[in-house]
C-alpha cells in the first residue's frame, strides 16, 4: 500500500526564538515543492511564533509533549487545546527521552495518545528498546508491550491520525543508526502488531518513521525500506540544509 511519507523534526530544547523562527522560515521556504508531508515539534514558548513564520507554508508545527488532562491544575503542563489554539497540527507522545529520563510508563503515554487523537492532533507515538534489551534480544518483547499498553482503547474514529515513530534508544542522538535492514524489521514487527490490535486496514496506511541518528548521507537508505515511511529527526534537524536534504530523501 502506497503510503505519504513524512518527516518530522524534533527540535527538543534547542534554539533561541531568533533562530528558531529562522529555521521554521528556512524550512518553510525549502519544503514547497516536497512530496512528503513535513513537519517542526518545537520548544512549547516558541510555538506560537514558529507558527508566524510556517504560515501558509507546507509545514506542520508540532509540540514535543502534551498532558493528558483537558485543563486544571497540572502545573507546568500543556494541554492538547491549548496546542491546538497555539497552531499544532502534530504532537510527539512518548519519547523515549521521556520514558527513560522522565519517567513515563506506557500508561502515561497512552493517556497521552487518547488526549491528542481526541483533540484531532496528528499523533506521533514513540516506541523502542534499550541497547541492553536488543542484546537480550527483547526487541520484540518490548515494542510489543509498548504497543499493546500505549495503543489500547484509542479513539477509533481518529486513528487515522495515528503516527508510530520506531525509535531505537541506544540510536538516539548517538550517531549509532540502525541499519535499514533492522529498522525494516522493527517496523513491519509493528505493523504487524497495529494490524492485530487494530486491524489490517489501519495498519496497512498507518505511517511508521524511524528515528535515531537520521542524517542526510543516510536517510534515502532508510527510507527505501517498504515498511519505512519517513523519520524523526531530531539532531539532524537543527540545520536546515541538513534537515531539507532529509526531506528530499523521503
Ligand atoms: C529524536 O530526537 O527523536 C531523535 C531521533 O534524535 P537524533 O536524530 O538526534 O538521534
Redesign the pocket.
Known sequence: MARKKLVAG?W?MNTTLGEAKSLAAAVAAGSTASAADVAVCVPYPWLIPVAESLRGSKVGLGAQNCSSHKSGAYTGEVSTGMLLEAGCRYV?VG???RRHGLGETDAVVNAKAKAALAAGLRTIF?VGELLAEREAKQTEAVLERQIRHGLRDLPTDRLANLVV?Y?PFW?????KVATPEQAQEAHAFIRKEVSTLLGGTLAGSLPILY????TAENAASLFARPDVDG???????LKADSFLKIVGAA
Open positions: 524534533n527538543k510527539i519519547h523515549s527521552e514513540c515513530a525509535e540510536a538516539i542522538g548517538t550517531g528515528g535515531g541518528s537520521v523519520g524523526l529527526v531530531g539532531g539532524a534537524s
